[in-house]
């Protein structure tokens, strides 16, 4: 099972397509949103026009993933969660995208939420825990955070285009994010072709 947390900042759908893709893949997947990132689902996503309920809904309505049925969604206060347990199984923890607030909540391990509690047991129990920051420019606090990360063994995925995949689109930009992560993963995809595969 892989955990994918989605915190309050710009860029969800980043996380959503990472869910779309491991579903796709047959994957068991446990799916955490924070309220802040529910709001910025209805104003980057559904522009607005109607609330966010649920990641089921939103996939279905997207008519992207199959497998639906093999994603469980948690609040995030939610401490009962499996994943809040270092004795619960799961395999990986990604944090897509990663808040500021929620990056300093790791690092200094203030489990207040579900996601930060689930990142902890990730760090403690020595699982892969991968966080995508999204925010710029960075503060010297932004980067100061983003080496304690590196030092408890987070991976960090930038949201940063590889422009030698020649992307047409913003689903391949997004696409091509999403692919680093599932890279890091293990698992196989057909989001991007890596380096020298691409006729040039």
């Known amino acids: 099972m892989i955990v994918v947390a989605i915190s309050g900042a710009s860029g969800p759908i980043i996380g959503i397509r990472l869910i779309e893709e491991l579903l796709n893949s047959k994957e068991r997947v446990a799916a955490i949103v924070s309220q802040p990132a529910g709001q910025i689902i209805e104003y980057e996503m559904l522009f607005g026009k109607e609330p966010f309920s649920s990641l089921k809904a939103l996939l279905e309505k997207r008519d992207i993933?199959?497998?639906?049925?093999?994603?469980?969604?948690?609040?995030?206060?939610?401490?009962?969660?499996?994943m809040a347990s270092g004795s619960a199984e799961f395999e990986a923890m990604v944090v897509i995208p990663c808040s500021m607030k929620t990056l300093s909540?790791?690092?200094?391990?203030?489990?207040?939420?579900?996601?930060?509690?689930?990142?902890?047991?990730?760090?403690?129990?020595?699982?892969?825990?991968?966080?995508?920051?999204?925010?710029?420019?960075?503060?010297?606090?932004?980067?100061?955070?983003?080496?304690?990360?590196?030092?408890?063994?987070?991976?960090?995925?930038?949201?940063?285009?590889?422009?030698?995949t020649r992307p047409e689109s913003l689903d391949d930009v997004i696409d091509f994010v999403v692919g680093k992560v599932l890279n890091l993963l293990g698992r196989k995809h057909n989001l991007f072709e890596s380096w020298g595969k691409k006729k040039i």
């Open 65 to 82: 993933a199959k497998n639906i049925d093999l994603l469980s969604e948690y609040k995030n206060n939610d401490f009962f969660a499996p």
């Open 105 to 164: 909540a790791i690092v200094h391990g203030y489990a207040d939420s579900l996601m930060n509690r689930a990142c902890d047991v990730a760090l403690k129990e020595k699982r892969r825990c991968i966080i995508v920051p999204r925010e710029t420019p960075l503060s010297v606090i932004h980067t100061e955070n983003l080496h304690k990360a590196a030092l408890a063994g987070i991976e960090i995925v930038l949201p940063v285009p590889g422009f030698y």
